[in-house]
């Protein structure tokens, strides 16, 4: 018998406490915790961070449902009572981002701080926050990818908890959640130990950094999973982002490098 793992961590009150809510709590607290440290490193203050979390948090969680609600639309239409459920899932990781990224713009602007250099500052925690959080996807039994077999997933030397979880719908799947979750903590480790390097990453490349490693990864990823977003036929909508993304920030990057110019950030600061 498969020992599968109950999404549900305990209850209070009679009410379900989720697995997938304590993950992404916890990797939001570590992400907050992490940026905060490298703030003071750069000339600016804790206080900025825990202030734009306030913001960004429950706006980003917006705009996460919000997008998994447009592009699902055909679903949501028909059960207009389920826009706000939440609690088993549905939030678009994109879509976070996105509102997120907003927020930082306007917060930025307001408080007189450079914007690359506060994106410069989150994005490391941010990408760890999503290595994290995709395993609230797992106790949820999404971001999962196409038929497997037993022997497969046991050729990759993963714990019988994982491939007992990933037994779904009838049949072993691709663990794509874990493909993403390994993809993004190592970028996290990449861009931590490059930041250390003085004179290498000139202000905002650590944000553009992190764009380029993640949306890398994501497109990929992407084909291989099975409950990916559509819209406009047959198109994966995470995986057309993606490549915009990946394109928009290299040819950022080699903008500013040749023309903007920033300052570089030193050994101290990093």
């Given at each position: ?16 406490i ?12 570590i ?11 750069v ?17 980003s ?60 500052v ?30 497969f ?32 903590l ?43 977003l ?5 198109f ?7 490549a ?27």
């Amino acid at each position: 018998m498969l020992a599968q793992i109950n999404s549900t961590a305990f209850q209070i009150f009679g009410i379900g406490i989720q697995w997938y809510a304590i993950i992404i709590v916890s990797g939001i607290i570590i992400a907050g915790w992490l940026a905060s440290k490298e703030a003071v490193k750069v000339g600016l203050t804790s206080d900025d961070i825990v202030d734009l979390m306030l913001w960004a948090l429950p706006i980003s969680i917006i705009g996460a449902r919000a997008y998994y609600v447009i592009f699902e639309w055909d679903y949501y239409s028909q059960n207009p009572g389920q826009i706000l459920a939440t609690r088993s899932g549905g939030l678009a990781i994109y879509g976070g981002l996105i509102a997120g990224g907003l927020v930082v713009y306007f917060f930025t602007r307001h408080r007189f701080i450079s914007t690359w250099k506060f994106l410069d500052v989150a994005t490391p925690s941010v990408i760890l926050a999503q290595a994290i959080g995709r395993w609230g996807n797992f106790m949820n039994h999404e971001a999962f990818g196409g038929v497997t077999t037993e022997a497969f997933l046991q050729k990759l030397h993963l714990p019988r908890f994982i491939i007992d979880n990933m037994y779904i719908d009838g049949a072993y799947r691709q663990p794509t959640f874990l493909y993403e979750s390994t993809w993004n903590l190592l970028g996290f480790i990449v861009i931590i130990l490059l930041r250390r390097k003085k004179g290498l990453f000139r202000e905002g490349e650590i944000t553009l950094t992190y764009v380029l490693w993640y949306s890398f990864g994501r497109f990929f990823i992407e084909q291989m999973r099975t409950d990916s977003l559509i819209a406009f036929g047959n198109f994966r909508v995470s995986a057309v982002l993606s490549a915009i993304l990946f394109i928009v920030a290299l040819v950022l990057l080699i903008y500013r490098r040749l023309k903007v110019k920033p300052p570089y950030y030193t050994r101290e600061q990093a």
